[in-house]
């Protein structure tokens, strides 16, 4: 009974699951899997696929579930929250700014090195624009359930 | 400034109350069952009215359910 979890909690999981899988596809689709490394790109496909629809289900549940008696959310998940919001914008604004800087260095040096050229392209900026955002949704996440499982 | 902790009495005011669970303190305060077992394992520090409400289901005063002890 003491380490039943709390409906936000399940909510943040569920939302880890969605956020990892999508950014497991995201990062196979876009980039491939690594040269190198042996193929297991089919099971980690699988394992997330299932993952995703896991936690889809798990998600639509906890929407429709209403708990009658008790409240879903009270003021410690919103002190949670906000720790996860505050962790994933410190990120995501660092290294937006960090984009914008290489974005600009790499426009005014761009004949000088193949590299630069490679990094200046809209292609390159909307990949990492992508990534960084569910990057920081899984930081988000991460620290609500860092917070959640600390008090246990 | 010396530093100190709150320390409370919930599970004893429980016990006195009739064996009250906390789920059934926590919807009388109108938070989850898993806050009430934060607050009751000195894990996290309620809001002044949380405080508050958790006295007035006791019937007790603030000062009878939360201390602050300076180490």
């Known amino acids: 009974m003491e380490n039943i979890m709390s409906k936000q909690e399940l909510y943040a999981?569920?939302?880890?699951?969605?956020?990892?899988?999508i950014f497991v596809f995201y990062i196979l689709i876009a980039f491939g899997w690594p040269e190198g490394v042996p193929d297991y790109s089919s099971t980690a496909v699988k394992v997330f696929f299932n993952l995703f629809w896991i936690a889809f289900i798990i998600e639509i549940f906890l929407d429709a579930s209403e708990n009658k008696?008790?409240?879903?959310?009270?003021?410690?998940?919103?002190?949670?929250?906000?720790?996860?919001?505050?962790?994933?914008?410190?990120?995501?604004?660092?290294?937006?700014?960090?984009?914008?800087v290489q974005v600009l260095v790499s426009k005014i040096i761009t004949g000088m090195n193949e590299w630069f050229t490679i990094l200046s392209?809209?292609?390159?900026?909307?990949?990492?624009?992508?990534?960084?955002l569910l990057l920081s949704s899984l930081i988000r996440r991460s620290t609500q359930l860092y917070y959640y499982r600390k008090d246990y | 400034?010396?530093?100190?902790?709150?320390?409370?009495?919930?599970?004893?005011?429980?016990?006195?109350?009739?064996?009250?669970?906390?789920?059934?303190?926590?919807?009388?305060?109108?938070?989850?069952?898993?806050?009430?077992?934060?607050?009751?394992?000195?894990?996290y520090s309620p809001s002044l009215e949380v405080a508050f409400k958790i006295a007035t289901v006791f019937e007790v005063s603030i000062e009878e359910v939360f201390k602050y002890k300076i180490s």
Request: a positive charge; zero cysteines.
């Open chain 1, 69 to 100: 008696k008790g409240v879903d959310k009270d003021e410690r998940d919103l002190m949670i929250e906000a720790r996860g919001f505050k962790n994933a914008y410190n990120f995501l604004s660092s290294l937006i700014a960090i984009l914008i």
């Open chain 1, 13 to 21: 999981w569920s939302s880890l699951g969605m956020t990892l899988s």
């Open chain 2, 1 to 43: 400034m010396k530093t100190g902790t709150i320390v409370n009495q919930i599970r004893m005011l429980r016990f006195n109350h009739g064996e009250m669970t906390q789920q059934e303190l926590a919807d009388n305060v109108g938070v989850t069952r898993q806050t009430i077992n934060a607050i009751e394992a000195a894990k």
């Open chain 1, 121 to 132: 392209k809209p292609s390159f900026v909307l990949h990492a624009l992508f990534v960084l």
